[in-house]
């Protein structure tokens, strides 16, 4: 009897550890997938990126890494981009391996805004523009009188003496299609961790 009684005992303790192993694996799984889930979500609407030029400076190093908000424009919705925005966009330019090159500027100049840049002075629908953000508050080029066109942005580096971007006719005014969307995080660099500010709030 004893023997049959340990018998039955021990598989009832193996019955009980399957099941718990059973239930410990059921549950290691849908964590996994909930996590899966969630990584998915996130990049339906942020999405990373580092900087690997200079046209940026002294705001945005290389090296940098920053979080883009996919969802922050819709111009058929509204949600235009605001001046002073930092965005990134696809360009005509081309990779090494010949893909079109994803390009980090600041938007300057909104649809219908007209730009004049001379003498190293931007000016905006007539007005001098603020330059004290940028590397050397300096603007090379000579536009004059160029009214930006619908669903187009104007936009700079804010490194402008090297920047190739709207004044360059390679780029030229940014198609709002084009648009990946708004750096709105750094992450790195960690003495500059944080929200991305925008030069024009405080005007």
Known sequence: MGTKANRAARNKAARGDSSSLGKSVLRWVIDIAIAVLIAYLITLVVRPTIVVETSMLPNFKQNDYL?????????????????????????????????????????IGLPGDV???????????????????????????????????????????DNRVVSRDSRDSDVGPVDMDRLVGKVVF???RFSEFGRIKNPYDSE
């Open 115 to 157: 730009i004049d840049i001379e003498n190293g002075e931007v000016r905006i629908n007539g007005e001098l523009d603020n330059q004290s953000y940028t590397n050397d508050g300096y603007t090379p080029g000579d536009v004059e009188d160029y009214t930006v066109p619908e669903g187009t942005l104007f936009c700079l580096g």
């Open 67 to 107: 979080f883009i908000y996919k969802l922050a424009y819709s111009p058929d919705k509204g949600k235009l981009p605001e001046k002073g925005d930092v965005i990134v966009f696809e360009s005509d330019l081309k990779t090494e391996k010949g893909k079109n090159k994803l390009l980090i500027k600041r938007v």
């Open 186 to 188: 750094r992450v790195y």
